[in-house]
């Protein structure tokens, strides 16, 4: 089985990379046969501002541009989607929705008529985020969270939010936590069974 794993922070000390290592190290210490395939979307320069040629795409008026095209190549190779990324005002940081804006695209992630496409695809969330689960539930951010994310962009397109985790820094035994929930979180990525924490 094939992960993809995309991350979206400029800095490659980062935590949120630290703990796309430490998941893609579960991936590969639960069955030798699985792969992954890391995206770094700071490293590799992915533009998330839309262009004429999306929307001209998007209105029928001209090609798939080529960048994109790449982009869903490297998904369609995947047997899972893993997205982990550092929460930025209760959402995704603006690279990581940009690459959502222009890779999900319509006849490949939906279609107005039908909806979703891609219904093979699990995705699983790893979002770290400042605050603590606490601040989360009383402001109703998980909440909000969840309906933008799973229901707003992955539910539309068909695709089944697998597991999802949030990663605070109030955890007991940060880091080492993140990065042992991290390696548990690849290793039963390809397992039956998932979960989901707030």
Same mark, same amino acid.
């Given at each position: ?13 980062? =935590?949120?990379?630290?703990? +796309? !290592? #430490?998941? %893609? $190290?579960?991936?590969? &210490? ?33 090609? =798939?541009?080529?960048?994109? +095209? !790449? #982009?869903? %190549? $490297?998904?369609?190779? &995947? ?47 790893? &979002? ?71």
């Amino acid at each position: 089985m094939h992960a993809l794993i995309v991350v979206a922070h400029p800095e490659l000390s980062s =935590l949120t990379h630290a703990v +796309a !290592a #430490e998941l %893609a $190290r579960g991936i590969s &210490a639960a069955d030798p046969q699985n792969s992954f395939e890391m995206a770094d979307l700071a490293a590799e320069g992915f533009d998330p501002r839309q262009t004429v040629a999306d929307l001209a795409y998007f209105r029928n008026q001209g090609p =798939l541009p080529a960048e994109i +095209a !790449a #982009e869903q %190549a $490297r998904m369609d190779r &995947a047997d899972a989607l893993v997205l982990v990324y550092p929460v930025y005002w209760w959402s995704f940081p603006g690279l990581l929705k940009g690459w959502i804006d222009r890779v999900f695209t319509n006849g490949w992630a939906y279609d107005h008529e039908e909806r979703g496409i891609l219904q093979r695809l699990p995705v699983h969330l790893v &979002a770290l985020g400042a605050a603590s689960r606490k601040t989360y539930a009383k402001r109703g951010y998980d909440t909000a969270m969840k309906t933008q994310i799973e229901h707003g962009i992955f539910d539309y397109c068909g695709a089944r939010v697998a597991s999802a985790h949030l990663l605070s820094q109030s955890d007991e035994g940060f880091a080492q936590s993140h990065f042992d929930e991290a390696r548990r979180i690849g290793a039963a990525l390809f397992a039956a069974e998932t979960t989901t924490t707030p």
